[in-house]
């Protein structure tokens, strides 16, 4: 992106990204990964007040190990979303890796709540779970949060995105819940560092 943009600086690429993605009442949004958080606050410190004031929203899944398939399996095909075309990578299924993954996520949840907590945030919590069975209300939710349910819709077009689950992911589910001694190996369970925060 800085390429497009032809950012020479952090500065630089920060007004040129805000410029161009920035909505006509003033909202721009971006998501990210806490390494990759971590990574752009080292890169550029200033980044927070440059794009205060920020909103957070916190996007969390229940099911942690369904999300570790998940990320498992779009690790071996390079496919992150649908459109990302047909993968064509062949599936493996590997227990240790989706320990891996399920383990990396478990991270990165600790290294938002960590961070929320030092630096006194409050962000908004919305579980993937919810926002599949009840899209309107979390749509709802967000745009009361930002403020902006009395502007004006803009018209726009986005790609339809497909969801990526299927046979694959409740085979890799079931066969990984059979290892019980997994379980005590990844600290009792998926349920994950975040459930007693997010409640």
């Known amino acids: 992106m800085m390429r497009r943009l032809q950012a020479d600086s952090p500065e630089d690429y920060f007004a040129k990204l805000l410029g161009c993605r920035t909505s006509k ?5 971006m998501k990210v990964h806490f ?4 990574t752009a606050m080292s890169w550029y410190p200033s980044m927070i007040s440059v794009l205060s004031p920020v ?6 899944r229940k099911d942690k190990l369904a999300q570790a398939v998940s990320m498992a399996k779009a690790m071996q095909t390079d496919a992150w979303q649908s459109l990302d075309g047909s993968a064509k990578a062949v599936l493996v299924y590997d227990e240790g890796f ?13 290294g ?6 030092i630096n006194n945030v409050r962000p908004l919590v919305v579980h993937y779970e919810d926002s599949v ?3 309107a209300n979390v749509i709802r939710s967000v745009v009361e949060l930002l403020d902006v349910q009395n ?6 077009s986005l790609p339809a995105v497909e969801k990526q689950g299927d046979e694959t992911n409740i085979e890799w589910l079931t066969r990984f819940r059979r290892e019980p001694d997994r379980w005590l190996e990844l600290d009792g369970g998926y349920g994950g560092m975040a459930s007693g925060w997010a409640s």
Not at 55 to 60: C, K, P
């Open 151 to 156: 502007d004006e819709p803009e018209q726009i």
């Open 112 to 117: 938002w709540l960590r961070w929320f907590e």
């Open 55 to 60: 909103t957070y929203i916190f996007l969390d």
């Open 98 to 110: 989706i320990a891996q993954c399920l383990r990396e996520i478990q991270q990165q949840n600790l």
């Open 35 to 38: 390494p990759h958080f971590e």
């Open 133 to 135: 069975a009840d899209t």
């Open 25 to 29: 009442n003033g909202v721009f949004g």
